[in-house]
């Protein structure tokens, strides 16, 4: 039980770093800034960036 709560919340924060990287790629920002910012790898980006 405990477990599946963990993996939720991990999924819930990935869902949240996505959907703001998403909003940093709109606005213009580098691929450098929103990796600093969310936590996210640049090839995570690159592929937000490819959709």
Do not use: H, Y
Not at 30 to 42: D, F, G, K, R, V
């Amino acid at each position: 039980m405990e477990l599946e709560k963990e993996e939720t919340v991990k999924k819930e924060k990935q869902e949240t770093a996505n959907s703001i990287a998403i909003n940093m790629i709109k606005q213009g920002f580098s691929t450098e800034a929103i990796a600093s910012i969310t936590s996210l790898t640049i090839e995570e980006i690159k592929k937000l960036q490819n959709r």
